[in-house]
C-alpha cells in the first residue's frame, strides 16, 4: 500500500545494500535521496504528486522544484530502523536552507510513530471512480498537506544550527 501511495526507490538500492546492516538516520536519507524513481519536484504516484501539488500551492510556490518528494517506503533503512515511508524537503533559501518534514503512511491506528506527520488511509487504498473514496482521497491529502505546510514554514523560520 505504501509503494502504491508513495513509489519504491530503484531496485539498485536493494541489490547495492542488501546485506548492509545498520544505517544511521543520516546514512538512510543519503542513500534513499540518492536512489529515487523519479525527479522528486514531480513525484511519479498519483497519491504522491496530489500531495506535493497540495503542498506547493499552500506554500504559495512558483517554482515547484523547491520542493522535494523523497520515497523511503517499502524495505528500505529508513523505513524498517527509523519509521519514515518518505519525507518532503523545502530549499527556502539560496544559501541552502532547507527545512524537512517526515511521513509514515498506515493503514491501521498507531499509539506512537517516528516520523512528523502519520497519514492513514484505508487498507483497501483508495478507489477514484467511487465518488465517497475520492472524497475521502482529498481528505486525507488535505490533511496531511495541511500538517507538513505548517511544519515545512516553521521549520523555514527557525534559525539553522551551526
Not at 81 to 95: R, W
Not at 105 to 123: H, Q, R, Y
Request: aromatic residues 12%.
Amino acid at each position: 500500500m505504501e509503494r502504491d501511495l508513495l513509489g519504491e526507490v530503484k531496485t539498485e538500492y536493494f541489490e547495492r545494500f542488501k546485506n548492509a546492516g545498520y544505517f544511521s538516520y543520516r546514512q538512510a536519507l543519503a542513500t534513499v535521496k540518492e536512489f529515487q524513481p523519479s525527479d522528486p519536484s514531480d513525484p511519479e504516484r498519483r497519491f504522491a504528486n496530489d500531495l506535493h501539488a497540495t503542498i506547493a500551492d499552500k506554500l504559495g510556490l512558483e517554482d515547484y522544484s523547491a520542493l522535494r518528494f523523497y520515497t523511503a517506503a517499502t524495505h528500505t533503512h529508513l523505513d524498517i530502523l527509523h519509521g519514515i515511508d518518505g519525507f518532503f524537503e523545502l530549499q527556502y533559501s539560496l544559501d541552502n536552507g532547507v527545512s524537512m518534514v517526515t511521513l509514515d503512511v498506515t493503514s491501521f491506528p498507531k499509539e506512537s510513530w517516528k516520523a512528523d506527520v502519520l497519514i492513514t488511509v484505508p487498507d483497501e487504498g483508495f478507489d477514484l471512480n467511487d465518488p465517497e473514496d475520492k472524497k475521502r482521497y482529498r481528505q486525507c491529502i488535505e490533511r496531511a498537506a495541511n500538517e507538513t505546510t505548517a511544519l515545512l514554514q516553521e521549520r523555514s523560520q527557525k534559525p539553522r544550527k551551526m
